[in-house]
């Protein structure tokens, strides 16, 4: 189209096959974080196996390199198995992924609590116009800095930003009356 100034061939029916197709990974990436993943085929798993087998046929005689083996188990070691992985198992991957996610969560919970609780508190110990004034303009600025870390997109940021100023702004003035 850039070159010629016409349309491509079924350029309609190329483009539908490529959004399905992006649309069908993006299903599978989310189901391989699953604990059972439909789209890994083992043979520790009787139907797995049948199709495995049946697709393979007699080609396990014709190839004395293929042999089966026990998948590991989440209790077992690798290294105990002779074998030294690359990058971990699917399990180990999951877990480790799940753990760090669950850490940030806490933090960011531990973080928006404090950015709550910390200047109600400074607002009432130091009851006073100029103290909450500060207060409030310190931790909404901090809390500013702090979400445009995490989200990309300059409205989430700007609403984020206003909510929690709409919070102590509310607090101030129910605190000053």
């Known amino acids: ?87 971990g198992t699917r399990y180990d991957n999951i877990q480790k992924t799940w753990w760090s996610k669950f850490k940030e969560r806490i933090i960011l919970a531990a973080v928006g609590g404090a950015f709550l609780i910390g200047p109600m508190w400074i607002m009432v110990l130091l009851s006073g116009p100029f103290s909450s004034l500060i207060c409030t303009t310190a931790c909404v600025a901090g809390f500013g800095i702090l979400i445009s870390y995490y989200l990309e997109d300059g409205k989430d940021v700007l609403g984020s930003t206003a909510a929690y100023a709409a919070v102590l702004i509310v607090f101030v003035g129910t605190s000053s009356s």
């Open 1 to 87: 189209m850039r070159l010629t100034g016409t349309e491509s061939t079924g350029w309609e029916q190329t483009l539908d096959e490529y959004i399905k197709a992006l649309q069908h990974h993006d299903y599978m990436e989310k189901r391989s974080t699953s604990a059972r993943d439909p789209f890994l085929a083992t043979g520790e798993y009787a139907i797995d196996n049948y199709v495995l087998k049946s697709y393979i046929g007699d080609k396990f005689d014709k190839y004395p390199k293929l042999e089966t083996s026990v998948s590991l188990r989440a209790w077992e070691d690798v290294k105990s198995k002779g074998c030294e992985s690359i990058c």
